[in-house]
């Protein structure tokens, strides 16, 4: 092996690291200013923020509020989409899950910049 290159990757995954860092301040800064879905467009830059709600489940309720002990071992987990699943197919009802979980809203963030072609 070649130290040169392992030092090589060392260093490139210590500046990723520090870019990682650097994006996330900088997303918790831009999304703090908007408490609510947003599109703007800035110069060369559409900035689009989108919230979508999150449930994060607690098993120990889930399973409690269950109908049929086995549906369990569909579940294993609580699992947003197979719990979601469920309800679609009427094992489970929104009124039987109440009190099961937190919802957590969660800011997406997208940014693109517009390309201007340069004349030669």
Request: glycine share 2%.
């Amino acid at each position: 092996m070649n130290v040169d290159k392992l030092a090589r990757y060392c260093q490139l995954k210590a500046r990723l690291k520090q870019a990682e860092d650097e994006l996330d301040q900088l997303r918790k800064e831009i999304v703090s200013e908007f408490a609510q879905d947003a599109e703007f467009s800035f110069d060369d830059y559409t900035l689009r923020i989108v919230y979508q709600e999150k449930r994060h489940y607690n098993d120990q309720l889930l399973v409690e509020t269950l109908p049929d002990p086995e549906l369990w071992r569909v579940l294993f987990k609580a699992d947003s989409a197979k719990i979601s699943a469920l309800v679609k197919a009427g094992l489970l009802t929104e009124q039987s899950l109440d009190g099961t979980y937190t919802t957590v809203r969660t800011p997406y963030l997208y940014v693109t910049a517009s390309v201007k072609e340069t004349l030669p």
